[in-house]
């Protein structure tokens, strides 16, 4: 499975509020998705799994949708720690795979 | 909590061992996982072992080349790398997956060791 976000590139203020979409090749089965966020210089941390189910300690600004082959990340209110890169992983089956990123950055 | 060691310099065609010691957690019952990201790109999965070792799991870039192994009683994952080409060079992340499952999501992860294969 192919996983492709979008865009790219996001640039927008704090306090906006932030979609990020992972688009899959083929079906995820059981909302099979999660998200993670990266700052430069550290590991990945998981946000989001199952589509849209919050990880232990991830703000509530933070939320998951979709379903089949459309998915994505909403930050509802931009705060400055939230200029990351971000990352949708699928887990349906083995060969596991990541989309490339989406890079928010501070407009 | 994961602490990833064994990274290192070597040379096209080589080997190295990864490890990652886990603490904080009943080891025994949990799948792992390690994840590479070469410099300045993004995450890409790289095998994964099942919580009791039986069942392994890898990328079509590493299969054959590389091997997840653990040692429950010592709460230690391992990632045996050889026949190393430039391309593998990354920082290379263990990362634990959730309860019952042979991979799904992945939480914690460690702050990776870097190996870089060069002449």
């Known amino acids: 499975i192919v996983l492709t976000q979008s865009p790219g590139t996001l640039s927008l203020s704090p306090g906006e509020r932030a979609t990020l979409s992972c688009r899959a090749s083929?079906?995820?089965?059981?909302?099979?998705l999660a998200w993670y966020q990266q700052k430069p210089g550290q590991a990945p941390r998981l946000l989001i799994y199952g589509a849209s189910s919050r990880a232990t300690g991830i703000p509530d600004r933070f939320s998951g949708s979709g379903s089949g082959t459309d998915f994505s990340l909403t930050i509802s209110r931009l705060e400055p720690e939230d200029f990351a890169l971000y990352y949708c992983?699928?887990?349906?089956?083995?060969?596991?795979?990541f989309g490339q990123g989406t890079r928010l950055e501070i407009k | 909590q994961l602490l990833e060691s064994g990274g290192g310099l070597v040379q096209p065609g080589g080997s190295l061992r990864l490890s990652c010691a886990a603490s904080g957690f009943t080891f025994s019952t949990y799948a792992m996982t390690w994840v590479r990201q070469a410099p300045g790109k993004g995450l890409e999965w790289v095998s994964a072992v099942s919580a009791s070792g039986e069942s392994t799991y890898y990328a079509d870039s590493v299969k054959g080349r590389f091997t997840i192994s653990r040692d429950n009683s010592n709460n230690t994952l391992y990632l045996q790398l050889n026949h190393l080409r430039a391309d593998d060079t990354a920082l290379y992340f263990c990362?634990?997956?959730?309860?019952?499952?042979?991979?799904?999501?992945?939480?914690?992860w460690g702050q990776g060791t870097l190996v870089t294969v060069s002449s």
């Open positions: 992983q699928h887990y349906d089956s083995s060969p596991i795979t």
């Open positions: 990362a634990k997956s959730p309860l019952g499952v042979d991979y799904g999501w992945f939480d914690p």
């Open positions: 083929q079906s995820v089965r059981r909302t099979y």
